[in-house]
């Protein structure tokens, strides 16, 4: 697989078609001076979460002009074309888990050679724009707390997370060599998601010069457990009175603690036998559900106090992906 390298096209009339034109992953040249540094932008990394690839588009329909040169790497394309949209092809990995120690696959080929188109373009700075599958508020994701990147979460939201654990992703890879951070833009399809990327790629583009730092405080939580299925367990969500046919049943209504505290004792779910049905991976790799989870008479419950994000209650993201992640708040 090779990126195709795109010169400020104007983009056909919908975001479909346009996905449709593109042979597969690409990078999109917005032309500036040339004598300054370059401002890094990643749409589409997972081929279901289309605010950054939308806002791009009404970027480019809009005939907006940047204040710097932009490389905008488009990715999932194949996936994104699929119906539905999926995350990612089907027998590949998750290309925002390739790029460190990129996998001996098409996705870590992928990963390797953006790695180098951005070695060889030293951008100031990177965001890459992505969509929750469940209901959340738009979020920055920090791999670091440098005012620097603190400014470019800014440019979109006053809520960032601090990912302490190591999966591999874009900014991993290239935050030592700029402010490189993740936007979490909220859920894929909602409009209010597209509007937050928007507003935010515009700031971020057409900035004259980025902050050195945030013109008012960012909320940082700091995320330290994922939480993933245990091995061989099924999973289903499900509403009070349901018949439950899995291993695992958990509430159909999970993903409004999103951002909010789940509290002790708090029914999750219910499952088969008395072994934790997750697990709970800290930046150690060590799984420390018990200290979170217990089961009781076959009901999941929460142990003690958490705060979890990114909520999934879609089956395939959790399977394929985790259920969620807990934070705390992260004094700066």
């Not at 119906?83 to 092809?89: A, E, F, G, N, T």
């Not at 925002?96 to 060889?120: I, K, T």
């Not at 894929?188 to 945030?214: F, I, K, T």
């Amino acid at each position: 697989m090779s990126i195709a390298i795109l010169h400020a096209p104007t983009p056909p009339d919908s975001v479909e078609t346009w996905l449709a034109e593109l042979r597969g992953p690409s990078l999109l040249w917005l032309p500036g001076p040339e004598e300054l540094p370059a401002r890094a932008l990643s749409v589409l990394l997972h081929g279901n979460e289309p605010s950054g690839i939308n806002a791009l588009h009404r970027y480019l329909q809009e005939g907006r002009t940047p204040a710097r040169r932009a490389m905008c790497f488009i990715g999932a394309v194949e996936a994104a074309r699929t119906l539905p949209p999926s995350r990612v092809v089907a027998g590949r990995n998750d290309l925002n888990r390739c790029f460190v120690q990129p996998p001996d696959d098409a996705n870590g080929a992928l990963a390797s050679e953006l790695l180098d188109l951005l070695r060889r373009a030293d951008p100031e700075a990177l965001i890459d724009v992505h969509n929750n599958s469940g209901h959340n508020p738009a979020y920055g994701v920090l791999v670091d707390t440098r005012p620097a990147s603190l400014a470019l979460v800014e440019f979109f939201t006053a809520r960032a997370v601090l990912n302490q654990l190591h999966l591999g992703t874009l900014i991993e890879a290239q935050v030592d060599r700029c402010p490189s951070v993740v936007i979490e833009c909220g859920q894929a399809g909602a409009p209010q998601a597209d509007e937050v990327a928007y507003r935010g790629l515009c700031a971020y583009l057409e900035a004259e010069e980025l902050p050195a730092a945030p013109t008012q405080a960012v909320q940082v939580y700091r995320n330290s457990v994922r939480f993933e299925l245990a091995a061989g367990v099924s999973l289903a969500f499900v509403r009070a009175g349901q018949s439950r046919s899995t291993s695992l049943a958990l509430r159909a209504d999970l993903e409004a603690f999103n951002f909010q505290c789940v509290p002790r004792g708090e029914v999750l779910g219910w499952c088969e036998g008395e072994s934790l049905p997750l697990i709970a991976r800290d930046q150690s790799g060590d799984d420390r559900a018990s200290d979170y989870l217990y089961v009781e008479a076959g009901t999941l419950c929460a142990k003690r106090e958490f705060t979890p994000i990114m909520m999934s209650t879609r089956p395939e993201v959790v399977i394929n992906d985790c259920l969620c992640y807990l934070v705390d708040e992260h004094p700066l």
